[in-house]
C-alpha cells in the first residue's frame, strides 16, 4: 500500500511511473528490496520504459491487421471481377506453404543430432549472487540468444547449461522466454549440476579474459566453458577464481593480438557463441573474431591519426626543453 501511495503520488508530481496493472508480484518484491527512494524511482522509470514499448508494439500490430485485412479486401474484390485464375499471395499457388512450426522442427532436429553426436560446449550460470536484477535479465535474454544462434547455425554445439537455480532472477526470466524449457521433448541441456559433474576434469577449459594463456587454437577433444554472467557494475576476476578453486585450464582469446581496444574487453554471451562457433567451423581467429563488435576497437585509420597526433604532441613538447647544463 505505501509503494501504491508513492506510486500516485510520483505520478500527480508528473513523473514517468508504470500503471499499477502491469507491476507483477515479482517486480513488488524487488521493490519491496530496494533500500533507497532514488532507486525505486529508477526502477518505476525502468518498468514505465517497458509499458511504453508494449503499448507502442501492440498499436503497431494493430495497424498492420488493419491494413492486411483492407489488402485482403482489395484482392479479393478484383479476383471477384476477374474470370480467369490468379496466382499469387492471398490466391492460388502451386506450392506449399512452409509453417513457422515446420522450421522449428527443422532446426530443432539440427540440436538433437548435436546432442548426439555433437561437440559439447558449457554454459555456467551460477554467477547470479554477482549481478543485479537488471543484469540478470539481460543475461536471461543473451541465454535465450545463445539459443537461437546455435540453433540455426549448420553445425551447432551440444550446450550444457550447468549450475542452474530455478529459484534465480536469470532462470525464472529464461522460462519465460523459452516456455518450452522443461519439455522432455525440447532440446534444450540444463541442469543444476555441476560440469565437473558431468565431465572429465582434464577435458575442461574455462575461458575467462582474467587469465594469462591465450588460446592458440580450437581443439575439438577439449569443453570449453563460458561464464554466464553480464558484470557491467562489476569486474571483478571472478571466473578466474571459480578456475583456480576447481582445478581448471584457462584459456583467454587473442583479442590484444587482432585489436586496440577503445573500453572493455567485454563480450555479450552471443558475441562468445558465434566466435565458438566460427573457431570450431574453420579454427581461424581471424574470421572468428569478427564477431567483435566494431564500435569497441580502434580502426587502422583511426589508429594511424592517434598516432600522428601523438607524434605532433612529442615535438611541440620537444620545443620547449631548454638546455641546462653551463658551457
Known amino acids: 500500500k505505501v509503494l501504491e501511495l508513492e506510486l500516485e503520488v510520483m505520478r500527480q508530481e508528473g513523473r514517468k511511473v508504470p500503471s499499477l496493472s502491469i507491476i507483477k508480484p515479482d517486480q513488488w518484491d524487488h521493490l519491496l528490496s530496494l533500500s533507497s527512494r532514488n532507486q525505486r524511482r529508477q526502477y518505476y522509470l525502468y518498468l514505465w520504459n517497458i509499458e511504453m514499448i508494449r503499448l507502442s508494439q501492440k498499436a503497431k500490430k494493430e495497424r498492420k491487421q488493419q491494413e492486411i485485412a483492407k489488402r485482403r479486401e482489395e484482392l479479393e474484390k478484383a479476383t471477384a471481377e476477374n474470370d480467369h485464375i490468379v496466382y499469387g499471395l492471398f490466391h492460388n499457388t502451386m506450392f506449399l506453404r512452409i509453417y513457422d512450426s515446420k522450421v522449428d522442427h527443422f ?68 522460462e519465460k522466454h523459452l516456455v518450452q524449457i522443461h519439455q522432455p521433448d525440447f532440446p534444450f541441456n540444463v541442469t543444476e549440476r555441476s ?15 582474467h587469465c594469462k594463456n591465450d588460446l592458440e587454437e580450437f581443439n575439438p577433444d577439449d569443453i570449453y566453458i563460458i561464464g554466464a554472467m553480464v558484470d557491467k557494475s562489476s569486474q571483478e576476476a571472478v571466473s578466474l577464481g571459480k578456475a583456480k578453486k576447481q582445478g581448471l585450464r584457462m584459456a583467454r582469446l587473442p583479442l590484444d593480438r587482432y585489436f586496440q581496444f577503445k573500453s572493455g574487453k567485454s563480450l555479450t554471451l552471443d558475441q ?27 580502426d587502422a585509420d583511426e589508429q594511424r591519426t592517434q598516432e600522428l597526433a601523438h607524434q605532433k604532441q612529442r615535438l611541440e613538447a620537444s620545443k620547449f626543453k631548454f638546455n641546462l647544463k653551463r658551457p
Open 195 to 209: 560440469y565437473t559433474d558431468l565431465f572429465p576434469k582434464e577435458r575442461l577449459v574455462y575461458l575467462t579474459p
Open 272 to 298: 562468445m557463441l558465434l566466435i565458438m562457433l566460427e573457431l570450431k567451423t574453420s579454427n581461424d581467429f581471424e574470421r572468428a573474431l569478427k564477431h567483435v563488435p566494431r564500435r569497441k576497437v580502434i
Open 107 to 174: 532446426h530443432n532436429n539440427r540440436l538433437v543430432q548435436a546432442m548426439q553426436y555433437g561437440i559439447n560446449l558449457v554454459i555456467d550460470c551460477s554467477y547470479d549472487d554477482y549481478m543485479n536484477d537488471k543484469e540478470m535479465r539481460n543475461t536471461a535474454k543473451q541465454l535465450m540468444l545463445c539459443f537461437a544462434l546455435n540453433r540455426s547455425h549448420p553445425e551447432p554445439f551440444n550446450v550444457h547449461h550447468c549450475n542452474a537455480n530455478f529459484g534465480k532472477t536469470t532462470m525464472r526470466a529464461l
